[in-house]
Nanobody, 124 residues
Framework: QLQLVESGGHLVQPGGSLRLSCAAS????????IGWFRQAPGKEREGVSC????????KYADSVKGRFTISRDNAKNTVYLQMNSLKPEDTAVYYC?????????????????WGQGTLVTVSS
């Protein structure tokens, strides 16, 4: 069974940092590009970042550029999203997927699989 499992979501104060993890099971992650998405309460899902299978190409939404960093450790079958300088507007459920937002996609192979999400709350 193909699965992505996110972890690392938590309550954090504005200006704080979190690192989200996306672990794959049932398939080898290093063949595919991976995307992070988020959905805030009452809002549509939006793409946050995308990374190629090799990790050489990355893209970010303007709203997180300079604050978030996507990376991957193919030996651990895991993709990460390091989030710094968090703002209340970053509050959302964060999902990883074997696809990327069309505005952020990099040339690569993709797989239609989604994680269940992890909640990030930025609040004082």
């Amino acid at each position: 069974q193909l699965q992505l499992v996110e972890s690392g979501g938590h309550l954090v104060q504005p200006g704080g940092s979190l690192r989200l993890s996306c672990a794959a099971s049932g398939f080898t992650l290093d063949y595919y590009g991976i995307g992070w998405f988020r959905q805030a309460p009452g809002k549509e899902r939006e793409g946050v970042s995308c990374i190629s299978s090799s990790g050489d190409s990355t893209k970010y939404a303007d709203s997180v550029k300079g604050r978030f960093t996507i990376s991957r450790d193919n030996a651990k079958n895991t993709v990460y999203l390091q989030m710094n300088s968090l703002k209340p507007e970053d509050t959302a459920v964060y999902y990883c997927a074997g696809t990327c937002d069309v505005a952020l996609v990099v040339p690569d192979r993709y797989l239609e699989v989604w994680g269940q999400g992890t909640l990030v709350t930025v609040s004082s």
